[in-house]
C-alpha cells in the first residue's frame, strides 16, 4: 500500500512557490555557464569538440555510488 503525504492549500502553495524559484535559478544556471562557453570559444581557449569530448568523458566516469549519467539513473532511483 502506497502512503501519500497530505499537504494544506499553504504547504501546497509554498512548495510551488519553491519549485518555480528552482527553475528560475536553473534557468539563470544555465544562461550563465552557455554565456562562459560561448566566450571561451570566442576567445579561441577551446573548441567545441574539445568540450564534447570532455561532456564525454565526464558522462561516462562513475559517481560515488557507482552509476554514470550515461547509465540513465541517479542516485535518487530505487535499487
Known sequence: ????TRYTPL????LA????????ADYHN????????ELLIEKKLLTREE????????????FAGGWTLADGCSP???R
Open 1 to 4: 500500500m502506497e502512503r501519500y
Open 11 to 14: 504547504q501546497e502553495i509554498n
Open 17 to 24: 512557490a519553491k519549485l518555480a524559484d528552482l527553475r528560475a
Open 30 to 37: 544555465a544562461l550563465f555557464l552557455s554565456a562562459i562557453i
Open 51 to 62: 568540450l564534447q569530448a570532455k561532456a564525454q568523458q565526464l558522462d561516462e566516469q562513475p
Open 76 to 78: 535518487w532511483d530505487a
